[in-house]
């Protein structure tokens, strides 16, 4: 690749990006925010772009404001030695030409700064959306990584009791030493549940029609999930549940936080993979 880094599109989805863009500004880059308007032809004046996460919400437009742009436009139109990075772009569906994309969402950094404002921002939901207190509550969290840890760690500092449902043995154990109640996902589907909370960190359907009926009517169930999700949303309209489906909450919590943190990845993914840059950079 001949191209070198130093001008920086970003495609401007919600609050982070600003962060964003003033983060990779004091490296030494030259950055831009911009909307969906005039976006594909202004995108060849730059050397990379930074598309959001979630790149696509629908397979079909990129994630942005107001007037979406549809992804194969986008990669029709984009010259072929401009780096591209986006979250959450591993649909198989999409076709992105001979673009390679870095996909800043699997990385690890990521996803363990991220998993503290999505807990936070799941206490709030929570808080906001029970006619009691939290502590001495019941709550279920599906599946037992970063986030999930998090957020069975901000509900316990809470005074709440945690329940933490997952396949592995291992992960069942070791909540279990964090003085969790642990079930697996069989048990799930075969007791009568009293939780007054449910958490589902899972995206793939383990919040069934079953599991949904052996909950309270009042139950709170709280999807942070990314899509194909993990709760069967049909059946729980259905049961006329009270579900909220909640997704990028760092970005609406500290969007702040969660821009610097994109930042932080972008920067370690350009070091990692030896893309050249044109500016005395900061982070090198």
């Known amino acids: 690749m001949s191209n070198k880094i130093e001008k920086i599109l970003i495609a401007d989805a919600?609050?982070?990006?600003?962060?964003?863009?003033?983060?990779?500004?004091?490296?030494?880059?030259?950055?831009?925010?911009?909307?969906?308007?005039?976006?594909?032809?202004?995108?060849?004046?730059?050397?990379?772009?930074?598309?959001?996460?979630p790149l696509t919400k629908d397979s079909v437009y990129i994630n942005m404001k107001n007037n979406p742009v549809e992804i194969k436009m986008l990669f029709k139109a984009i010259r072929d030695d401009i780096i591209v990075f986006a979250g959450l772009a591993g649909n198989k569906s999409i076709d992105f030409g001979n673009i390679e994309i870095y996909d800043y969402s699997v990385r690890e950094e990521l996803s363990i700064k991220n998993a503290v404002p999505t807990a936070e921002g799941v206490i709030k939901i929570a808080i906001e959306n029970l006619p009691t207190t939290v502590h001495s509550s019941k709550v279920l969290i599906t599946g037992f990584g970063k986030t999930a840890k998090a957020v069975a760690k901000a509900f316990y500092s809470l005074g709440a009791e945690i329940t933490i449902c997952a396949r592995k043995s291992s992960d069942l154990a070791f909540a279990e030493t964090l003085s969790y109640k642990a079930i697996n996902f069989e048990q799930l589907n075969g007791r009568k549940n009293d939780f007054d909370i449910v958490v589902n960190t899972v995206p793939t359907?383990?919040?069934?029609?079953?599991?949904?009926?052996?909950?309270?009517?009042?139950?709170?169930?709280?999807?942070?999930?990314?899509?194909?999700?993990?709760?069967?949303?049909?059946?729980?309209?259905?049961?006329?549940?009270?579900?909220?489906?909640?997704?990028?909450?760092?970005?609406?919590?500290?969007?702040?936080?969660?821009?610097?943190?994109?930042s932080e990845a972008i920067l370690n993914i350009i070091k990692e993979e030896n893309l050249q840059v044109r500016i005395q950079a900061h982070f090198c």
């Open 14 to 53: 919600d609050s982070r990006q600003r962060y964003l863009a003033e983060s990779l500004s004091s490296k030494g880059f030259i950055t831009k925010v911009h909307q969906s308007d005039d976006f594909l032809s202004v995108i060849n004046e730059y050397d990379a772009v930074i598309l959001p996460i």
């Open 205 to 262: 359907v383990v919040i069934n029609k079953n599991v949904l009926e052996s909950l309270p009517a009042d139950c709170l169930i709280i999807e942070i999930a990314s899509a194909p999700y993990g709760i069967d949303f049909t059946a729980a309209r259905e049961l006329n549940m009270n579900l909220i489906v909640s997704g990028s909450l760092p970005g609406k919590i500290a969007p702040e936080t969660a821009g610097y943190v994109i």
